[in-house]
Structures are given as C-alpha cells and as structure tokens.
C-alpha cells in the first residue's frame, strides 16, 4: 500500500513536494514512479526512480522542474515540483514495481498504486 499527500493548491510558478509511504512493503526492492491524471485525460507517467542505484527517469514536460528522491529510513518518495504551470494540475499517484520495464513509465508496469493526491495549479 502506497499513501501519498503534499498536494494542494499553488499559483503558477509556485513550488510543492508531494511524498508517498510505502506501508507493508520496503521501498528499497523496488522501482517507484509517479503518475498524473488530469480530467478527461489517460494516466502518464510523471517520473521514475530506481531505488538499486539511484538512475531516475522523467517525462519531458517536466524535465528540470520536477526532481524523484527517495528516503530509506521514513520508507518514502518524494516529488519535488518546482515552476509549476496550470498544466501541471492533476491527481498525482505514486506507484511500485519490480519490473524490468520500470523505467517506461507505463502505468501498466506498475501494479502498487496508492490513492492519489490533488495538485492545482492557478
């Protein structure tokens, strides 16, 4: 289980860091990603890091903007958002795998999903 929070409503240019703790599980076994839903939209993949050795993947549109970190003690992820635009808002949802593939950022790679948090950008 994955429970995610941090969002919240931010004017355009504004900052948030969203986090997601992994209960019943150890982060540090698997890859964990972030994903985003805005209305009327399908889920894309956000960015992604590799708990093994720390190689990160990031969507295009928020290359720069957005950074992936992790925290082995607290069992936690991190996404830090920097310079965020109305495009950016949406439900924001973290997951983990165990696949090979996680670095796709394919929502269908990942099978641990947490509930999702409100992310809006004005």
């Known amino acids: 289980q994955l429970v995610e929070s941090g969002g919240g409503s931010v004017q355009a240019g504004g900052s948030l860091r969203l986090s997601c703790q992994a209960l019943r599980f150890f982060i540090d076994s698997y890859c964990i990603g972030w994903f985003r839903q805005a209305p009327g939209k399908q889920r894309e993949g956000v960015a992604a890091i590799s708990t093994e050795d720390d190689t990160t993947y990031y969507a295009g549109s928020v290359q720069g903007r957005f950074t992936i970190a992790y925290d082995n003690a607290k069992n936690t992820i991190y996404l830090r958002m920097n310079d965020l635009r109305q495009a950016d808002t949406a439900v924001y949802y973290c997951?983990?795998?165990?696949?090979?593939?996680?670095?796709?950022?394919?929502?269908?790679?990942?099978?641990?999903w947490g509930q999702g948090t409100q992310v809006t950008v004005s």
């Open positions: 997951a983990a795998t165990t696949s090979e593939w996680w670095y796709r950022l394919i929502p269908n790679v990942y099978n641990i």
